[in-house]
């Protein structure tokens, strides 16, 4: 299976400011053919299923607000949040659809200093 | 709009089995594979398999292997999860999830349509 190893665990970030949630899988997910990597960002908010915020690594789903984004490729992805705002305290999932058998990260709690 | 609706929440005794139901609608049923992820308290998603519900071809995470059966109602455009030999550990949120298709037709398994959840305890 691949892995998918997320860091940090928590990240405590003032309002305004920058937060970076890193991802790494533990083999090449990007697809040589489509030139795409097979990487999902989701957020989860207690009491909620995951929405997703990120598909191929970088691409914002409708409606996302665009202080999030996504970068990386291969084997190293990386979620940033611009500007922290108090609605983006949540859980923040990768996910790699590569392989069939799909894996998450272990996920990073975003909290306000 | 696409909508995913699960059943309700399960108390159940260690050993027995459980029976989870995601009634879709909002899109032809038989056109998307519907997958399960489960949830612990506190914890991360781990995902458990999925199923086609033209076909009713499955692919299970080898944890679940032999314990875990997808079976789906085209009828009534319903999918269900049975897990068995239930223990303290399948203590969870049990979710059920669409993949999306791209303009090509071709299917990817991430997840914009999530149902709300069925919370699964399993206690003596």
């Known amino acids: 299976d691949i892995v998918m190893t997320q860091s940090p665990d928590s990240l405590t970030v003032s309002l305004g400011e920058r937060a970076t949630i890193n991802c790494k899988s533990s083999q090449n997910i990007l697809y040589s053919s489509t030139n795409k990597n097979y990487l999902a960002w989701y957020q989860q908010k207690p009491g909620q299923p995951p929405k997703l915020l990120i598909s191929?690594?970088?691409t914002r789903e409708s409606g996302v607000p665009d202080r999030f984004s996504g970068s990386g490729s291969g084997t190293d992805f990386t979620l940033t949040i611009s500007s922290l705002q108090a609605e983006d305290v949540a859980v923040y999932y990768c996910q790699q659809y590569y392989s069939t058998l799909l894996t998450f990260g272990g996920g990073t709690k975003v909290e306000i200093k | 709009q696409v909508q995913l609706v699960q059943s309700g929440a399960e108390v159940k005794k260690p050993g027995a089995s459980v029976k989870v139901s995601c009634k879709a609608s909002g899109y032809t049923f038989t056109s998307y594979d519907i997958n399960w992820v489960r949830q612990a308290a506190g914890q991360g998603l781990e995902w458990m398999g999925w199923?086609?519900?033209?076909?009713?071809?499955?692919g299970y995470a080898q944890k679940f292997q032999g314990r875990v059966t997808m079976t789906r109602n085209t009828s009534i455009s319903t999918a269900y999860m049975e897990l068995s030999s239930l223990r303290s550990e399948d203590t969870a949120v049990y979710y059920c999830?669409?993949?999306?298709?791209?303009?090509?037709?071709?299917?990817?398994?991430?997840?914009?349509?999530w149902g709300q959840g069925s919370l699964v305890t399993v206690s003596s």
């Open positions: 199923m086609s519900p033209d076909s009713g071809n499955t």
């Open positions: 191929w690594a970088s």
């Open positions: 999830a669409r993949g999306v298709e791209d303009s090509s037709g071709y299917y990817y398994k991430y997840f914009h349509h």
